[in-house]
């Protein structure tokens, strides 16, 4: 299971984009149509056979960089199961890093790129859980209070030993 589609990968961008991303520079764009609907697997057989052609390629271009953002997210420790937005949005990133490629860089994905970055070296340092709590962890109310004090605290008389202290 991918952490993000290309459908999400579309929602996160648009299809203008993408086609210059991903269809390669030798071969003529194709309709922003035509890449929706390839993205979302429609029937593109009324296009133009150079246009299919155009188009395979360019899914294939898609595929590739959501794995490799996929393969990124997994090297930080995030399970293959776990799915949230986030985590969608965070590949989607990284993936429109990749397809943008260092000769096409702009400054807005690298920033992005490099933001989504932090973030899954903050999840790898404990910082932050990328991770939902599973259904059968404990769920804590926002009624619930939780008191805690030293058992130093209730003697009945300060000792010249005691600390006291802020």
Request: aromatic share 4%.
């Amino acid at each position: 299971m991918a952490f993000a589609s290309r459908s999400d990968l579309l929602a996160r961008s648009n299809a203008k984009r993408l086609g210059q991303l991903a269809v390669p520079a030798d071969m003529d764009m194709v309709p922003d149509e035509a890449l929706r609907v390839a993205i979302s697997g429609g029937d593109v057989s009324q296009y133009s056979q150079e246009e299919q052609n155009a188009l395979a390629l360019a899914l294939d271009a898609i595929d590739k960089a959501l794995h490799d953002a996929d393969a990124l997210i997994l090297s930080y420790g995030i399970p293959e199961a776990v799915q949230t937005t986030l985590l969608s949005r965070l590949a989607s990133t990284v993936a429109l890093y990749y397809l943008q490629g260092a000769e096409r860089m702009t400054d807005d994905v690298k920033h992005a790129y490099e933001s989504a970055i932090a973030t899954l070296k903050s999840h790898s340092k404990g910082e932050v859980n990328l991770i939902p709590p599973a259904a059968t962890d404990p769920v804590l109310s926002d009624d619930l209070a939780i008191i805690s004090s030293s058992s130093r605290r209730y003697r009945s008389a300060w000792s010249e030993d005691d600390e006291v202290g802020l």
